[in-house]
Nanobody
């Protein structure tokens, strides 16, 4: 069982940066593939980024590639999402998720993740 709590969301101007954190409970955190998703009003939840348990591999949605960076610190049971050059279209509730499945094939679908946080709001003003 893994419990996830996100933090770090807020209001930022276009071009600015935010760093989201996701604190996990559970002794097996380090074995999970971790991911970030987002959901804007009226839209489906969409994949943002994922990272392997060892942090050796990452994968990003095309819409955030080169702007966002996912990382994790297994000693602190925490995964991060550094978001730079933010755009108004990045506005959404951001969710952290954990999957007991292997990193490969890359996990980009919500149903592949068993545990979810409550979400944190990110709003980017133009």
């Amino acid at each position: 069982q893994v419990q996830l709590v996100e933090s770090g969301g807020g209001l930022v101007q276009a071009g600015g940066s935010l760093r989201l954190s996701c604190a996990a409970s559970g002794r097996t955190f380090s074995t999970y593939t971790m991911g970030w998703f987002r959901q804007a009003p009226g839209k489906e939840r969409e994949f943002v980024a994922t990272i392997s348990w060892s942090s050796g591999r990452t994968f990003y949605a095309d819409s955030v590639k080169g702007r966002f960076t996912i990382s994790r610190d297994n000693a602190k049971n925490t995964v991060y999402l550094q978001m730079n050059s933010l755009k108004p279209e990045d506005t959404a509730v951001y969710y952290c998720a954990a999957s007991p499945r292997s990193f490969v094939p890359v996990r980009t679908r919500p149903y592949e993740y068993d545990y979810w946080g409550q979400g944190t709001q990110v709003t980017v003003s133009s």
